[in-house]
Every structure is written in C-alpha cells, then in structure tokens.
C-alpha cells in the first residue's frame, strides 16, 4: 500500500492550502487515514485523523477551528483531505499521511503506513 500525498508549498501568512493523500487500500478492508507534521527542531505530531468512512473524525485541540480533515472512499482510492486555513508561520512542516488498518480512530502510535511527505512553508 502506497501513500500518495500532495498538496503542500508556498504561502503567506494568513492563507490556505489543502493537502491531499490518496492509497488503494486492499478490498474489503478498512484503513484510518491521518495527518501528522514535523517542523524544524520538534517531534512529528498529529494534527487529524479520519475513521475508514470518514463519519468519525478528530482535530487536535490546537488546531480546530483552522484545520479541517474529511475523506473520500471511491472504487479507486481512499483519500484524506486536510484543509489548512489561516496559516501562520509556525505552521512551516513537513505534513505526512498515514493509515492504520481499522475501522475506527488509531491510537496515535498505532500508524504503520506513511506517505513520504510534503512540505509546507507559510512565510510572514
């Protein structure tokens, strides 16, 4: 299974980007998509996370009200849309997808399949 996520670059404080992240995920068996990020110095945190069908979702309490995650399934690909709003400076991280065969939200440690990350520089 691949991660495919896409999405990141350039922008000004105070504007928007929308990452993407899409994987062909065996059928008949469910995944939970999430978003973590790593910015210079810090530990790779998460941000969002997405049950197998999209009706259950979590933001990180840090983020709610600028971040929003929401999925689409189709026969094609599973992909976990993370829509960044009002970024800020400190929001300068490389953003990784990640998944976790089940049905329900993971625990945080529980990912085993990342995405190789996309990066997202927001200027002052």
């Known amino acids: 299974v691949q991660l495919q996520a896409s999405g990141g670059g350039y922008v000004q404080a105070g504007g928007s980007l929308r990452l993407s992240c899409a994987a062909s995920?065996?059928?008949?068996?469910?995944?939970?998509m999430a978003w973590f990020r790593r910015a210079p110095g810090q530990e790779r945190r998460i941000l969002a996370a997405?049950?197998?069908?999209?009706?259950?979702?979590?933001?990180t309490d840090s983020m709610k009200g600028r971040f929003t995650i929401s999925r689409e399934n189709n026969n094609v690909a599973d992909t976990v849309y993370l829509q960044m709003n009002d970024l800020k400076p400190e929001d300068t991280a490389v953003y990784y997808c990640?998944?976790?065969?089940?049905?329900?939200?993971?625990?945080?440690?529980?990912?085993?399949?990342w995405g190789q990350g996309t990066m997202v520089t927001v200027s002052s």
């Open positions: 990640a998944a976790q065969r089940s049905m329900g939200i993971p625990h945080v440690h529980d990912y085993d399949l």
């Open positions: 995920f065996p059928t008949g068996l469910s995944y939970a």
């Open positions: 997405s049950s197998w069908s999209g009706r259950h979702t979590y933001v």
